[in-house]
């Protein structure tokens, strides 16, 4: 299982939750590989069954008063019960302070005792929502990703056959740019997002020409972080052999991380226009996510006519 070190939690969100270490250790001899995180009142109390000793365990102000309520034998007693578990670390919320006992058990048990001034609750949530991106599944596509008209539209194909073109002919004509060449993606909550590694952010290789900067060359408004993935545009040379969707009356789907997306695919031939296409998709895919499906609308319509054409003849 993937595992995260306290050391890598305390350094990437040293500032954003303004952690101080209290503990000489920052090393956990147990790696993080939940995003749960537990609050241990519990077990201070004496219950022990059932403790959830992989998580993060959380002091907050119930837990740490709790404590203050105990007389000195019951308070180490207490404090025993919890550093007999081997957990990742303990943090201790809304800066509330903290005895000697209890950091002498963290030093004696080698768990980190992290602090942070934040309230528990709030704490919690923006705790877990780092824990939760940082197990998420995750997988490198080759392709460009491009927010057009605020659908997430993942371009593919074999390597020359003109995604990132198409990538910067949606850009000049207004969309956004995510991504060009290498697009990590996430799953998180049952949806696919895509992001640029970062040392290519924002940069294209565009053959003949070399490498460009479309923050720079088209301004801001031209460049998107991340977005969802919506649709996947598999760019294919055209072939007579190969029989490609006329109609649209079923919606074809891939897979990625085990997350199925529509997937459209394109036949390239000379003179055809894959930037309006791929704006077709987009809006398209609209349509869909509204209940507008134009094929299925035609074909019914078309079924009805023929019915009552036929109805009539009979007559």
């Known amino acids: ?21 209290l503990t000489e250790v920052l090393e956990s001899e147990r790696l993080i590989t939940v995003s749960d995180v537990h609050r241990p009142g519990l077990i201070l109390a004496g219950f ?13 102000e119930t837990e740490m008063l709790f404590l203050e309520t105990l007389d000195a034998g019951q308070h180490e007693r207490a404090i025993d019960r919890l550093f007999e578990q081997k957990m990742p670390c303990v943090i201790i919320a809304k800066g509330l302070e903290y005895d000697e006992i209890l950091m002498r058990r963290a030093s004696e048990a080698r768990i980190p005792v992290l602090r942070t001034p934040q309230s528990t609750t709030p704490f919690i949530h923006e705790l877990t929502e780092y824990l939760e991106n940082a197990f998420a599944p ?3 596509v080759h392709g460009s990703l491009v927010d057009v008209y605020g659908v997430g539209l993942l371009i593919t194909g074999r390597s020359g056959i ?10 000049e004509r207004g969309h956004r740019l995510v991504t060009d060449d290498m697009v990590i993606v996430t799953r998180r909550h049952n949806l696919l997002y895509g992001e640029a590694k970062e040392h290519l ?9 070399g490498i460009i900067d479309v923050r720079r060359m088209f301004g801001v408004r031209a460049i998107g972080k991340n977005k969802r993935i919506d649709v996947e545009v598999r760019l294919r040379e055209w072939s007579a052999d190969v029989e490609y969707d006329r109609l649209g009356l079923e919606e074809r789907m891939t897979t990625i991380l085990g997350k199925k997306i529509p997937v459209v695919t394109i036949p390239i031939i000379p003179g055809k226009n894959i930037t309006v296409l791929a704006e077709v998709v987009a809006m398209n895919h609209q349509l869909r996510v509204h209940g507008i499906r134009s094929a299925e609308e035609l074909s019914e319509n078309l079924v009805g006519t023929m019915d009552r054409s036929r109805r009539r003849a009979g007559g």
């Open 48 to 60: 022990t069954r059932n403790f959830l000793s992989e998580r993060i365990q959380i002091l907050g």
């Open 162 to 171: 003109g995604k990132s073109e198409c990538a910067l002919d949606l850009v």
């Open 138 to 140: 995750q997988t490198t």
């Open 1 to 21: 299982m993937r595992g995260l070190t306290v050391r890598k939690l305390y350094e990437d969100r040293k500032e954003a939750f303004h952690f101080e270490c």
């Open 201 to 209: 952010r924002y940069h294209m290789e565009i053959r003949g020409i």
